[in-house]
């Protein structure tokens, strides 16, 4: 079975989270559990998510917030790893907080996989423009999510069908059409 791995953020996704959602009503997905998700520690991320991509080759990666900067962080370092694509969903500017900010730079290198990155235009993690310019150096279709805030509960969001539907857009070939996935 070909596995949507849900990657979240600082604090984790708890429920009514759309993750947590997803993580219940899809039988393909399976939460990404990171240590001690109030206190990131990214070299420890970045091995679990390998890790786990390693026991489930050819995975969507399904990122939000710090769990889409983990995810491009993993797929720049090792694009040897057997990734299907990536849904990169409101990523977070590690610089915005303290507790985040040991992620450092967000990486400026294309990645190897088919990527949507979905951003809201009033995030207050990331500005749209600095999305829109990671999608480019990312080479990723960008799908802009209007006034969303954060994507999160916070901003109104429980169930996210419309994040699946992004998933399955990229399951047919969208994302990068040019771009080959990894093997």
């Known amino acids: 079975m070909q596995r949507t791995l ?8 708890d429920a009514p989270h759309w993750q947590h ?9 399976l939460m990404v559990d990171l240590s001690n998700p109030s206190h990131p520690d ?4 970045e091995a679990e998510l390998a890790g786990l991509l390693l026991q489930h080759p ?7 917030s710090l769990g889409a900067i983990l995810s491009a962080r993993v797929l720049a370092r090792w694009p040897q790893l057997r990734v299907r694509a990536a849904l990169l969903v409101a990523p977070a500017e590690p610089s915005v907080s303290p507790r985040t900010s040991p992620f450092g730079r967000i990486p400026e290198t294309e990645l190897p996989v088919p990527v949507i990155l979905a951003a809201s235009r009033n995030d207050p993690w990331m500005r749209f423009s600095q999305a829109r310019s990671l999608s480019q150096v990312w080479g990723a279709e960008l799908s802009d999510l209007g006034l969303a805030g954060h994507v999160n509960v916070a901003s109104g969001f429980g169930p996210w069908p419309e994040g699946k539907a992004l998933r399955d857009r990229l399951l047919a070939g969208g994302g990068r059409s040019e771009k080959r996935v990894a093997s």
Request: aromatic share 10%.
């Open 42 to 45: 990214p070299e420890t991320w």
């Open 58 to 64: 050819d995975s969507i990666l399904v990122g939000h």
């Open 6 to 13: 849900l990657v979240p953020g600082l604090d984790g996704s």
């Open 21 to 29: 959602w997803w993580a219940v009503t899809d039988p393909s997905a």
